[in-house]
T-cell receptor, first 114, second 118 residues
Framework: AQSVTQPDIHITVSEGASLELRCNYS??????LFWYVQSPGQGLQLLLK??????LVQGIKGFEAEFKRSQSSFNLRKPSVHWSDAAEYFC????????????FGKGTTLSVSS | GAVVSQHPSRVICKSGTSVKIECRSL??????MFWYRQFPKQSLMLMAT?????????EQGVEKDKFLINHASLTLSTLTVTSAHPEDSSFYIC??????????????FGPGTRLTVL
């Protein structure tokens, strides 16, 4: 069965510092991979996605993620964090077939200190 | 494009009443819609998958008689929480898959509905 692991429950980063959020997945083939951000009480906003092709994916708000097949990872990065980036981040996978739901990791809470 | 709306955004009801939540795809036809549930400080858990014109497929442990899902058109799915109890209080999020996308499995999420049962 597919699964997603986000090893870090809570991360605190200083404003202006770099950020890396980890995501590992378990799936027999290459899945579709997503990163979402959720502010308190809000819905999900898609940051970026990987379907195929270039393994380094650029997203919105200055985020990027790199798909590493050998490590079954899809880590999210940002070179310089802003206070407004404080939120909950979810990694999700979907089998590469139509009509299937996403499987979400448990999420990582990002706090930004000044 | 690819906007999904949910209504209401927030609802408070008394225990024992039923609540209907609507999920609409505003600018595309959604052949498949998904309903998720999110408890505070937790991740999204899939409740059910609904395909237009057919019965929903529920995940293990989700009571189909309690959470009624109707996907009567290509732009609307509804989730009705019947005889709601305080333990049903949660954040309910729908997503919709654009049927024109072919094999791509991208889904678009609604803003969520906060249900509080007193």
């Amino acid at each position: 069965a597919q699964s997603v692991t986000q090893p870090d429950i809570h991360i605190t980063v200083s404003e202006g510092a770099s950020l890396e959020l980890r995501c590992n997945y378990s799936y027999g083939a290459t899945p579709y991979l997503f990163w979402y951000v959720q502010s308190p009480g809000q819905g999900l906003q898609l940051l970026l996605k990987y379907f195929s092709g270039d393994t380094l994916v650029q997203g919105i708000k200055g985020f990027e993620a790199e798909f590493k097949r050998s490590q079954s990872s899809f880590n999210l990065r940002k070179p310089s964090v802003h206070w407004s980036d404080a939120a909950e981040y979810f990694c999700a996978v979907a089998p590469n077939q139509a009509g299937t739901a996403l499987i979400f990791g448990k999420g990582t809470t990002l706090s930004v200190s000044s | 494009g690819a906007v999904v709306s949910q209504h209401p955004s927030r609802v408070i009801c008394k225990s024992g009443t039923s609540v209907k939540i609507e999920c609409r795809s505003l600018d595309f036809q959604a052949t498949t819609m998904f309903w998720y549930r999110q408890f505070p400080k937790q991740s999204l858990m899939l409740m059910a998958t609904s395909n237009e014109g057919s019965k929903a497929t529920y995940e293990q442990g989700v009571e189909k008689d309690k959470f009624l899902i109707n996907h009567a058109s290509l732009t609307l799915s509804t989730l009705t929480v019947t005889s709601a109890h305080p333990e049903d209080s949660s954040f309910y999020i729908c997503s919709a898959r654009d049927g024109r996308q072919g094999s791509y499995n991208e889904q678009f999420f609604g803003p969520g509905t906060r249900l509080t049962v007193l």
